[in-house]
């Protein structure tokens, strides 16, 4: 049984992360200070998440006050991150940053489950041994998630009561699950009642450890299998249908990364052999050319960034790339020394490698690693160097993926544009008109000045406009970042008009056709949405078709089939 603190000290700090969650949720929820800030909001909302949650894992009567220290020192850490991280954020009324955020969870969090595993060990004043690492990495994970599906169950089981009770009209329960103020703290409650349960039964959770990693055990030779065979008919086959994938490299980083995770988990620095010796020997040949992988890898990722430039997801490709070589490399030169013995290097070489990809979760989120700026300078500095056509600049992509960085470097870049991109500069400017404030309307007669009409305006029944603006106008619509056209054409040859809008985006174009129901209503349905980023090939340019009347109908290739009253349509490819 795990040592823990007294329950009722566990619970309280779990009802005061609820409540201070609350908090930020409610000034979240009614853009009041510090959600109205990122460079505040980020920090505040990380120590609040995961600061508790590491301290309930870890502390003991023992070690509370050491593994306190270390928790201020990992804070003051998070802290910078996520300021920094709130930084990139700003001006908030035209940045997108829902990817950055959605990056700075992801990591913070691995970032803190690796971190806390150094932190018990130096609060219990034990030494970093690789055996000691790897039995609380398994420990806090099974603690987290069956903490997690506890807590799923447990929220899923007051909203079965909340909806019974519903049923016979007693409505106290729905209405008070769907109150913040409620929720979150006894969400946080429930998180930590269960890592109470499942810290005192930590005997329980190492058994199911040792049954995933038995499981483990089946199943990495016939990995090594599978990699040692893929390498052996690469040559024969060529590296271009690899290519030709569009996802060659990650395959063979999920490749490596896999190896190298079942490896570690099989023989957890052991000095006995899990397996007989001929195995045993298979598997480390098979460890022994993952560096030939890291090879192969490194050459698509030039290919990719020599052929497109640096975007985040290359960044993060070359980042992983570096950190697997290095195991790889790692193991490879243990393997040459000490043959079947090399497992006594396996832990040296995983303690301090578990410190270099702490310290790479922690720099993605600083200017040390600054993915987005990265990938924006590339793409201007490519088509500065008449590397890429100004056509293929994929603003869209700036916008949604590049934060302040991609910005910047927009702006910037506009500023050098001469009066024969006047098109690009006015797509630039419409790409980051700031968001709608809280509360503020859009009204029809401003929404109107944005539709376009053919053949003619007054075809259209007003009637129409008016449900084309109630249904685009909804919390998320940003005006002038669209453009509406609303078209009149005989479709069926009925000689009568069909009504059609198209919504023009930067990275998509919506065709709907309006009809009206049984209630004399207009309503629209879905004709086609069609994709195209900065790099396309076939580009909708709406407004010049409009302009030269280049609109009209074709006959379909394929007539439809009808089965009795069930009609199909027949594709034409």
Same mark, same amino acid.
Request: proline share 3%; glycine share 6%; with cysteine.
């Given at each position: 049984?795990?040592?823990?603190?007294?329950?009722?000290?566990?619970?309280?700090?779990?009802?005061?992360?609820?409540?201070?969650?609350?908090?930020?949720?409610?000034?979240?929820?009614?853009?009041?200070?510090?959600?109205?800030?990122?460079?505040?909001?980020?920090?505040? @909302?990380?120590?609040?998440?995961?600061?508790?949650?590491?301290?309930?894992?870890?502390?003991?009567?023992?070690?509370?006050?050491?593994?306190?220290?270390?928790?201020?020192?990992?804070?003051?850490?998070?802290?910078?991150?996520?300021?920094?991280?709130?930084?990139?954020?700003?001006?908030?009324?035209?940045?997108?940053?829902?990817?950055?955020?959605?990056?700075?969870?992801?990591?913070?969090?691995?970032?803190?489950?690796?971190?806390?595993?150094?932190?018990?060990?130096?609060?219990?004043?034990?030494?970093?041994?690789?055996?000691?690492?790897?039995?609380?990495?398994?420990?806090?994970?099974?603690?987290?998630?069956?903490?997690?599906?506890?807590?799923?169950?447990?929220?899923?089981?007051?909203?079965?009561?909340?909806?019974?009770?519903?049923? /016979?009209?007693?409505?106290?329960?729905?209405?008070?699950?769907?109150?913040?103020?409620?929720?979150?703290?006894?969400?946080?409650?429930?998180?930590?009642?269960?890592? /109470?349960?499942?810290?005192?039964?930590?005997?329980?959770?190492?058994?199911?450890?040792? /049954?995933?990693?038995?499981?483990?055990?089946?199943?990495?030779?016939?990995?090594?299998?599978?990699?040692?065979?893929?390498?052996?008919?690469?040559?024969?086959?060529?590296?271009?249908?690899?290519?030709?994938?569009?996802?060659?490299?990650?395959?063979?980083?999920?490749?490596?990364?896999?190896?190298?995770?079942?490896?570690?988990?099989?023989?957890?620095?052991?000095?006995?052999?899990?397996?007989?010796?001929?195995?045993?020997?298979?598997?480390?040949?098979?460890?022994?050319?993952?560096?030939?992988?890291?090879?192969?890898?490194?050459?698509?990722?030039?290919?990719?960034?020599?052929?497109?430039?640096?975007?985040?997801?290359?960044?993060?490709?070359?980042?992983?790339?570096?950190?697997?070589?290095?195991?790889?490399?790692?193991?490879?030169?243990?393997?040459?020394?000490?043959?079947?013995?090399?497992?006594?290097?396996?832990?040296?070489?995983?303690?301090?490698?578990?410190?270099?990809?702490?310290?790479?979760?922690?720099?993605?989120?600083?200017?040390?690693?600054?993915?987005?700026?990265?990938?924006?300078?590339?793409?201007?500095?490519?088509?500065?160097?008449?590397?890429?056509?100004?056509?293929?600049?994929?603003?869209?992509?700036?916008?949604?993926?590049?934060?302040?960085?991609?910005?910047?470097?927009?702006?910037?870049?506009?500023?050098?544009?001469?009066?024969?991109?006047?098109?690009?500069?006015?797509?630039?400017?419409?790409?980051?008109?700031?968001?709608?404030?809280?509360?503020?309307?859009?009204?029809?007669?401003?929404? @109107?000045?944005?539709?376009?009409?053919?053949?003619?305006?007054?075809?259209?029944?007003?009637?129409?406009?008016?449900?084309?603006?109630?249904?685009?106008?909804?919390?998320?619509?940003?005006?002038?970042?669209?453009?509406?056209?609303?078209?009149?054409?005989?479709?069926?040859?009925?000689?009568?008009?069909?009504?059609?809008?198209?919504?023009?985006?930067?990275?998509?174009?919506?065709?709907?056709?309006?009809?009206?129901?049984?209630?004399?209503?207009?309503?629209?349905?879905?004709?086609?949405?069609?994709?195209?980023?900065?790099?396309?090939?076939?580009? @909708?340019?709406?407004?010049?078709?409009?302009?030269?009347?280049?609109?009209? @109908?074709?006959?379909?290739?394929?007539?439809?089939?009808?089965?009795?009253?069930?009609?199909?349509?027949?594709?034409?490819?």
């Amino acid at each position: 049984m795990d040592k823990q603190l007294p329950k009722a000290i566990t619970l309280s700090i779990a009802l005061l992360q609820g409540i201070i969650l609350w908090l930020l949720y409610y000034s979240f929820e009614q853009q009041v200070f510090p959600a109205t800030d990122p460079v505040w909001f980020n920090p505040l @909302v990380s120590i609040s998440a995961v600061i508790p949650v590491l301290f309930l894992v870890a502390a003991t009567p023992q070690n509370w006050q050491r593994l306190t220290k270390f928790l201020i020192g990992f804070s003051a850490i998070l802290i910078m991150t996520s300021a920094f991280v709130g930084t990139q954020q700003k001006p908030i009324e035209i940045i997108e940053s829902a990817g950055l955020v959605f990056i700075l969870a992801i990591t913070t969090g691995i970032a803190s489950f690796k971190a806390v595993m150094y932190g018990q060990l130096w609060s219990e004043k034990s030494d970093f041994s690789y055996h000691k690492l790897f039995d609380l990495s398994w420990r806090n994970f099974l603690i987290g998630v069956e903490s997690a599906l506890f807590t799923g169950i447990f929220y899923g089981i007051l909203g079965l009561g909340a909806a019974l009770f519903h049923v /016979i009209g007693i409505d106290v329960f729905s209405e008070l699950l769907e109150k913040a103020w409620f929720n979150i703290p006894v969400i946080c409650m429930a998180f930590g009642f269960a890592i /109470i349960t499942f810290r005192r039964i930590s005997k329980t959770v190492d058994i199911v450890a040792n /049954i995933l990693q038995t499981l483990i055990k089946f199943l990495l030779p016939m990995l090594a299998v599978v990699a040692l065979v893929f390498l052996i008919t690469l040559p024969f086959t060529g590296l271009e249908k690899l290519w030709d994938t569009g996802r060659g490299s990650t395959l063979l980083l999920i490749m490596q990364a896999v190896t190298l995770f079942f490896v570690n988990a099989v023989y957890q620095n052991r000095k006995q052999h899990p397996y007989p010796l001929f195995w045993h020997r298979f598997i480390y040949i098979s460890v022994a050319v993952l560096p030939i992988y890291s090879m192969i890898i490194a050459y698509g990722l030039w290919l990719r960034i020599d052929q497109y430039g640096w975007s985040v997801g290359r960044c993060w490709g070359v980042v992983i790339w570096a950190l697997l070589a290095s195991f790889c490399l790692g193991y490879l030169q243990g393997i040459v020394r000490k043959k079947d013995d090399w497992l006594q290097s396996l832990g040296w070489i995983n303690v301090r490698m578990g410190i270099v990809i702490l310290f790479v979760l922690l720099a993605v989120n600083t200017p040390i690693l600054n993915f987005q700026k990265i990938a924006a300078n590339s793409q201007i500095s490519r088509i500065s160097a008449n590397q890429s056509d100004i056509e293929n600049l994929d603003t869209y992509y700036f916008k949604w993926n590049l934060a302040r960085p991609g910005y910047l470097a927009l702006q910037e870049f506009k500023s050098n544009l001469d009066d024969s991109q006047n098109e690009l500069v006015a797509k630039i400017n419409k790409l980051y008109l700031p968001k709608r404030k809280e509360g503020e309307q859009i009204t029809q007669e401003q929404f @109107v000045k944005h539709l376009h009409y053919w053949p003619a305006k007054d075809i259209f029944p007003a009637a129409l406009s008016t449900s084309l603006y109630k249904q685009q106008t909804n919390r998320w619509f940003v005006l002038g970042q669209q453009e509406y056209y609303l078209l009149a054409i005989d479709l069926n040859k009925d000689k009568q008009k069909e009504f059609l809008s198209v919504k023009e985006e930067t990275e998509v174009i919506e065709v709907r056709i309006w009809r009206k129901n049984n209630e004399n209503e207009w309503i629209s349905a879905v004709v086609d949405r069609i994709y195209q980023s900065g790099n396309s090939q076939d580009k @909708v340019d709406i407004k010049s078709i409009i302009t030269e009347n280049n609109l009209g @109908v074709t006959e379909p290739e394929w007539q439809d089939l009808m089965l009795g009253n069930v009609r199909m349509q027949i594709p034409n490819k």
